[in-house]
C-alpha cells in the first residue's frame, strides 16, 4: 500500500501552488494527490484527483491546455459525455479515444499521470516545452512524482547525495541541469516531449513524442524578409489568442522590452478589454539603470492598459532572497528570480494568471554567441567558448577528486549537435538552448517564483507550433538587425517603435552581480558551514580565492563563479536541513 502520510506531505509542500483545493485518491496499492489553482472551469466538477468509474480511468494533472475546447466538441461528436468544462477531463477521456498519441493533439503546458483502475497502469507526460515540470524518485520499491523536487525531499526516504553529472552540468551551463537528471542522486526529472509508461511491476518505458526539427524546404529558403514577417505575425497572433483561454481574466507581465510589449499588444488586438499589465522596478545602483518604468508606460498608454508598476528597494530584495530560495525547485543563479518573486507576489493579489514573454531571445536568436556561430567550421568548440561557465580543467580545479570525471557538459553539447534536424551552426545553437537551456533556466525560474504564489505563467514564445514555425526561418533573417530581427519587425506592425529602437534591458541586483554586503556574508557562513564540509564538493582553497575577491571571478556570460557555489550550497541547506 502507498504510504499515506509520505503522500500527504508531498500534497502540502505543494500548497502555494495549488491554493485553491485540495484531493487525494488512494486506490488498489496507489495514492495520487493534487492541489489546485483555479483557472479553468472553476466548479468543483474539475477538481482533481479526477476519476471516471465509467471509464476506469483517473487523472492528476498540472497546467493549461488551450485547444480543450475544440477537443471536447471533437470528443463529444465521438459519444462522449462531459460532466465538467475544463481541461482536466477532456485528458483523460481523450487519452480513453486516443491512447498515448493523444498528446500529440494537446496545445499547452502539461504534466499529467493518468492511471488505468485495472490494468494497474500509469501512464506520466510532460509537454514538449517543459513548461511545467515532472520530478520523480523511487523509493523503497515505490515511485513517486510531484511538480515540485523539494516536495519528494519532504516526503522522506529521498538519496540526496549529489549527482556527478548533475554538478558538471551546474557549474558548466549556469546553473542549467538538463533532464533526466537533478543534482540530486535520487530524484530524476522527465524529459520535455516525453511520456513514461510504468506497468504494475514496476517496470518503465520512456517516449519521446516531440522532437524540434530545424529544416527547410527550397521554398522556405527562397521566402523573402517580408514574408516571413508577414507570417510569423500570424503565428504569433495565434499563440496569444490561444493563451486568453480562462475561466478568469488574463493580465500580462509588462518588462518594456519587445517581446513582453509585442504580447501586450497582441492581446489587445485580441479584444481583450480592461487588461491588467504589471511591471517591476529595482533600485538605480552606481550609474546602472535600475527599471524601464518608461517603456512599459509608453506600451501602457498605447493599448489602455490598466498598468501596475511595482518598485522594490534594494533592501526588500535581500530581506526576502531567502524565501525565493526555498520557492527554487532546483538551484538557479539568474539575478532575476528574487525579482520575479516579488513580482509574482504582487500580482497574485489581483490576477491568477498573466502572459510572459520568456523563450523569444532563444526561438529568434536574440542572445550574442549566435552569431559568433554563423559559419562556424566547429560549431561545438565556438558555442562552448561563448556559452560554457568554465572549461573542463577549471572545473576539476574547483572540484574535490570524488567528483573528478569525464567532460560530460562538452560531450552534451557535441552529442546534441550531432542530433539530425539541424544543420546550420545557428540552428544547432538555437535548437539546444530552446530545447534544453530554455527549459532548465528562464522557464523553470518563471514557474517556481509565479506559483510560489498561485500565480499561472503562460508562455506565447513556446507555442510548439510557433517553436516549430520558426525553426524553419533562416538564421540569417533572426540574426538581422543586431539579433531577432524578424521578430523585430513584426513587432513594428503592432507596438510603438521607441520600445524596440533601444538598448536591450539587464537589472541584475547588485548585491548578487557583485556578491557584497550580506549576501557575501551568507553565501561565506554557507561554503564555511559543517554541513559543506562534510558534503565536501569544492576544493576549499578555490573557494578561499574566490571569497578573496568575489568581483573578479566572472563567467563569460558575466555571472559570478562564487554565487554559483554558495547558491548551490545554501539551496541544498535550505532544503535537506
Known amino acids: 500500500m502507498p504510504d499515506a502520510q509520505a503522500l500527504a506531505r508531498v500534497v502540502e509542500a505543494q500548497a502555494k501552488r495549488g491554493p485553491d483545493g ?26 482533481q484527483p479526477m476519476f471516471d468509474p465509467a471509464l476506469g480511468l483517473g487523472i492528476v494533472f498540472n ?7 475544440e477537443l471536447h466538441r471533437e470528443l463529444e461528436g465521438l459519444g462522449y459525455r462531459f460532466y465538467s468544462h475544463g481541461d482536466t477531463e477532456v485528458l483523460l477521456k481523450a487519452y480513453h479515444a486516443w491512447g498515448p498519441d493523444f498528446v500529440k493533439r494537446l496545445n499547452g503546458m502539461f504534466a499529467f499521470a493518468i492511471w488505468e483502475r485495472d490494468s494497474g497502469r500509469v501512464l506520466f507526460g510532460r509537454d514538449r516545452l517543459g513548461i511545467k515540470p515532472f520530478y520523480y524518485a523511487e523509493v523503497e520499491g515505490a515511485l513517486r512524482f510531484a511538480s515540485s523536487l523539494p516536495a519528494l525531499i519532504k ?24 533532464a533526466p537528471h537533478t543534482l540530486l542522486r535520487g530524484v530524476r526529472k522527465l524529459p520535455p516531449g516525453h511520456l513514461m509508461e510504468v506497468a504494475p511491476d514496476g517496470t518503465r518505458k520512456t517516449h519521446c513524442f516531440w522532437t524540434l526539427q530545424a529544416q527547410r524546404s ?22 496569444v489568442r490561444r493563451r486568453l483561454v480562462a475561466d478568469v481574466p488574463v493580465g500580462a507581465l509588462l518588462s518594456g522590452g519587445v517581446d513582453s510589449s509585442l504580447i501586450v499588444g497582441l492581446m489587445a488586438e485580441a479584444g481583450v478589454t480592461d487588461l491588467h499589465t504589471y511591471n517591476v522596478g529595482f533600485e538605480d545602483v552606481g550609474g546602472e539603470k535600475g527599471n524601464e518604468f518608461e517603456y512599459a508606460q509608453i506600451v501602457a498608454d498605447a493599448f489602455g492598459t490598466q498598468h501596475e508598476r511595482i518598485f522594490v528597494p534594494e533592501k526588500e530584495l535581500l530581506t526576502r532572497l531567502p524565501e525565493a530560495v526555498a520557492a527554487m525547485n532546483e538551484p538557479m543563479v539568474s539575478h532575476d528570480c528574487i525579482g520575479f518573486y516579488l513580482l509574482s507576489e504582487a500580482v497574485a493579489r489581483r490576477t491568477k494568471v498573466v502572459q510572459s514573454g520568456q523563450g523569444a531571445d532563444e526561438v529568434f536568436g536574440g542572445y550574442h554567441w549566435y552569431p559568433k556561430l554563423d ?18 580543467a577549471e572545473y576539476l580545479a574547483l572540484v574535490t577528486p570524488a567528483y573528478h570525471a569525464e567532460d560530460f557538459s562538452g560531450r552534451f553539447v557535441a552529442e546534441h549537435f550531432a542530433q539530425p534536424g539541424a544543420d546550420d551552426p545557428v540552428d544547432k545553437a538555437l535548437r539546444l538552448d530552446t530545447t534544453i537551456m530554455l527549459v532548465d533556466d528562464p522557464v523553470k525560474r518563471v ?16 507555442d510548439h507550433e510557433l517553436v516549430e514555425f520558426a525553426a524553419r526561418i533562416p ?15 513584426a513587432a513594428r506592425k503592432v507596438i510603438p517603435s521607441a520600445v524596440i529602437d533601444r538598448p536591450k534591458g539587464y537589472f541584475p541586483v547588485p548585491a548578487l552581480k557583485y556578491l557584497q554586503g550580506s549576501v557575501l556574508d551568507t553565501v561565506r557562513d554557507a561554503l564555511h558551514s559543517r554541513a559543506a564540509r562534510e558534503r565536501d564538493l569544492f576544493n576549499t582553497a578555490e573557494v578561499d580565492r574566490f571569497l578573496a575577491a568575489p568581483g573578479e571571478h566572472i ?7 562564487l554565487w554559483q557555489l554558495g547558491l548551490l550550497e545554501w539551496w541544498l541547506q535550505t532544503h535537506l536541513s
Open 155 to 178: 516526503a522522506g526516504g529521498v538519496d540526496t547525495g549529489i549527482d556527478p553529472v548533475a554538478l558538471n552540468s551546474y557549474l558548466s551551463f549556469h546553473a542549467v541541469v538538463p
Open 63 to 69: 497546467g493549461a491546455v488551450y485547444n480543450h475546447p
Open 22 to 47: 485540495a484531493g487525494i485518491h488512494m486506490q488498489l496499492g496507489r495514492g495520487f494527490g493534487h492541489r489546485r489553482l483555479k483557472i479553468m472551469d472553476l466548479s468543483e466538477a474539475a477538481q
Open 218 to 239: 527550397a521554398e522556405d529558403e527562397s521566402r523573402s524578409f517580408e514574408d516571413w514577417r508577414e507570417m510569423l505575425l500570424e503565428e504569433l497572433r495565434a499563440a
Open 475 to 489: 538564421a540569417r533573417h533572426k540574426l538581422a538587425h543586431g539579433g531577432k530581427g524578424v521578430l523585430k519587425e
Open 555 to 561: 563567467t563569460p556570460l558575466r555571472g559570478s563563479k
Open 447 to 462: 514557474d517556481s517564483m509565479t506559483m510560489a504564489f498561485g500565480l499561472e505563467a503562460r508562455v506565447p514564445f513556446l
Open 375 to 392: 559559419g562556424s567550421a566547429d560549431p561545438v568548440t565556438d558555442y562552448l567558448a561563448a556559452f560554457r561557465d568554465r572549461d573542463h
